[in-house]
């Protein structure tokens, strides 16, 4: 039988003692430490679950200070804990190493999504002209290759549901979030993609993908869905060639997670971007 226990908690603001958090994306490094991104305040803060706050990371703001527009910075982190920062806004990329020191930044037209491939090859999906492709950066940030992406079905994507993970041969799994619910997985070396769901039993429940995550440890992918009409949430397993392994009920709390990483060991972690709620979860199915 699935089940999910709660294995570790906390609050990301009332930690901080701030009241004011723009949480926007969260990924882990080798280790299982999480890193969180706070657009708002222009930072990174890293976790260690069973001890809490690590380290807190300046870094670059999504908005100036002063502007209220929609913003966001999605994060990725490198096995070895160097991140990146894509900045829709600013159409660029910044680079941090493991100790939070910014070694540049360079421009990515129309991105939307990060993740970070072997070898130090950064992925990041863009929207052109209203096609969207995988740009395939180096450790620098030169543009080494380009992959086909996936036709949306929406006129307009929202960055903060548009998900990209890779796996350690390069292929790189991606969700655009709406319905109607598809996965796919594009292959490294460009020789198309395949795509693959599921069937919702009440799809006027309109459910989304609201995140994406691959724990290479357990070779599964986590699908993290809402319903937008009733708040349910729940967690779909596939393999990585797409077969459906099962789903998991997350119990009822008053947060709606909207990011999910995979710290390995059949682990995952949930955060809520509202409210600031951060879990470990240990997940059978």
């Avoid at 723009?22 to 890293?46: H, Q």
């Avoid at 596939?238 to 009822?252: D, K, M, N, R």
Wanted: aromatic share 8%.
């Amino acid at each position: 039988m699935s089940a999910v226990e709660v294995t570790w908690r906390l609050n990301v603001p009332e930690l901080l003692g701030i009241t004011d958090a723009g949480l926007d994306d969260a990924d882990v490094d080798a280790r299982g430490d999480v890193y969180v991104s706070d657009g708002l305040n222009g930072r990174v803060y890293k976790f260690r679950p069973g001890e809490g706050l690590v380290d807190v990371f300046s870094v670059i703001r999504s908005l100036p200070v002063g502007e209220e527009e929609e913003s966001s910075l999605n994060l990725a982190v490198a096995p070895d804990s160097a991140f990146c920062l894509a900045d829709a806004r600013r159409e660029a990329v910044i680079r941090y190493d493991e100790n939070g020191a910014c070694m540049g930044e360079f421009a990515a037209p129309g991105v939307l999504s990060l993740c970070c491939g072997p070898d130090g090859i950064l992925y990041a999906l863009s929207n052109a002209e209203g096609i969207e492709r995988i740009n395939c950066y180096d450790r620098i940030g030169n543009l080494a290759n380009t992959l086909p992406a996936p036709a949306r079905h929406r006129a307009r994507l929202d960055p903060g549901l548009v998900n990209m993970e890779s796996d350690s041969e390069g292929n790189i799994y991606l969700s655009y979030g709406m319905p109607p619910y598809r996965v796919w997985k594009v292959k490294a070396d460009g020789s198309g993609l395949d795509a693959w769901g599921r069937q919702i039993e009440h799809p006027e429940d309109a459910i989304l993908i609201a995140d994406i995550a691959l724990d290479q440890s357990a070779n599964v992918l986590w699908a993290l869905l809402a319903s937008r009409r009733f708040g349910r949430q729940m967690l779909d397993a596939f393999s990585p060639e797409g077969e459906f392994l099962g789903t998991v009920e997350i119990p009822h709390s008053e947060s709606l997670y909207g990011v999910i990483c995979a710290p390995g060991g059949s682990d995952l972690c949930l955060l809520d971007t509202a409210n600031g709620d951060l879990v470990r979860i240990a997940v059978s199915l």
